[in-house]
């Protein structure tokens, strides 16, 4: 189990990868056909030269690998600028209170509010709590339904756990097997905002990392309820 949503380590990770992967290839490929077409003429026959249509043809291939080259270098540049933009834009949200699927903060005292979304052909529904180090530390029964869950930070004993970072998991049960188990919906503070891998990533208060684009539900905090 993780705390972090997948979408920001693996994604972005794999995506940032085969971006720089294909570039350096192009690029590899670019100075590699240079080399080649300079040394065929540096040690070309006099008695029988390069033909002129040849040598015509492997310029103009030359000519499309540099410009390809200096397209992705532009995309790239554009694409960061974007992402820059994007950041700016949500500089607004530092402060506010982001839903999405996260470890929430519990401060000892104040309620979450837990979002969970089980399977409709569930006939059982479980919370199970986890803390930072991913011990199971309560586990509460739901009823079928999307209707948000306020915790108030009671363990397995009935009582109150330390302040933490908390995860919650929701199993949907159908015969007493679970058909679907996943990372609820919480409310955290954003604190900061970044540029990760050309995405907007947002930081919570719970030190974890979303991305932007996986929010479901911005509010003040002062008037959340």
């Given at each position: 189990?993780?705390?972090?949503?997948?979408?920001?380590?693996?994604?972005?990770?794999?995506?940032?990868?085969?971006?720089?992967?294909?570039?350096?290839?192009?690029?590899?490929?670019?100075?590699?056909?240079?080399?080649?077409?300079?040394?065929?003429?540096?040690?070309?026959?006099?008695?029988?030269?390069?033909?002129?249509?040849?040598?015509?043809?492997?310029?103009?291939?030359?000519?499309?690998?540099?410009?390809?080259?200096?397209?992705?270098?532009?995309?790239?540049?554009?694409?960061?600028?974007?992402?820059?933009?994007?950041?700016?834009?949500?500089?607004?949200?530092?402060?506010?209170?982001?839903?999405?699927?996260?470890?929430?903060?519990?401060?000892?005292?104040?309620?979450?509010?837990?979002?969970?979304?089980?399977?409709?052909?569930?006939?059982?529904?479980?919370?199970?709590?986890?803390?930072?180090?991913?011990?199971?530390?309560?586990?509460?029964?739901?009823?079928?339904?999307?209707?948000?869950?306020?915790?108030?930070?009671?363990?397995?004993?009935?009582?109150t756990l330390p302040d933490g970072n908390?995860?919650?998991?929701?199993?949907?049960?159908?015969?007493?097997?679970?058909?679907?188990?996943?990372?609820?919906?919480?409310?955290?503070?954003?604190?900061?905002?970044?540029?990760?891998?050309?995405?907007?990533?947002?930081?919570?208060?719970?030190?974890?990392?979303?991305?932007?684009?996986?929010?479901?539900?911005?509010?003040?905090?002062?008037?959340?309820?």
């Amino acid at each position: 189990m993780t705390t972090e949503i997948s979408g920001l380590g693996t994604t972005s990770a794999l995506s940032s990868s085969a971006t720089q992967t294909a570039t350096s290839a192009l690029s590899s490929d670019f100075e590699t056909f240079l080399t080649l077409m300079t040394t065929q003429a540096k040690y070309q026959d006099p008695l029988e030269p390069m033909d002129s249509s040849d040598y015509t043809a492997q310029l103009a291939q030359f000519s499309a690998v540099e410009q390809q080259v200096l397209t992705n270098d532009t995309l790239a540049s554009m694409l960061t600028q974007l992402s820059l933009t994007n950041m700016s834009q949500l500089t607004g949200w530092v402060g506010k209170e982001v839903r999405a699927q996260a470890a929430a903060h519990f401060d000892g005292s104040t309620p979450i509010s837990v979002s969970p979304n089980p399977a409709a052909v569930a006939d059982e529904v479980q919370l199970v709590i986890y803390d930072d180090t991913e011990a199971e530390v309560g586990r509460i029964e739901l009823p079928v339904s999307a209707e948000p869950y306020m915790w108030n930070g009671e363990g397995t004993d009935g009582e109150t756990l330390p302040d933490g970072n908390y995860t919650f998991v929701v199993e949907s049960y159908s015969d007493d097997e679970v058909i679907l188990s996943e990372i609820a919906e919480v409310y955290g503070v954003v604190e900061e905002t970044q540029n990760v891998d050309g995405q907007v990533a947002l930081i919570l208060q719970s030190g974890t990392a979303i991305l932007a684009s996986s929010v479901t539900a911005l509010r003040d905090p002062d008037t959340a309820s």
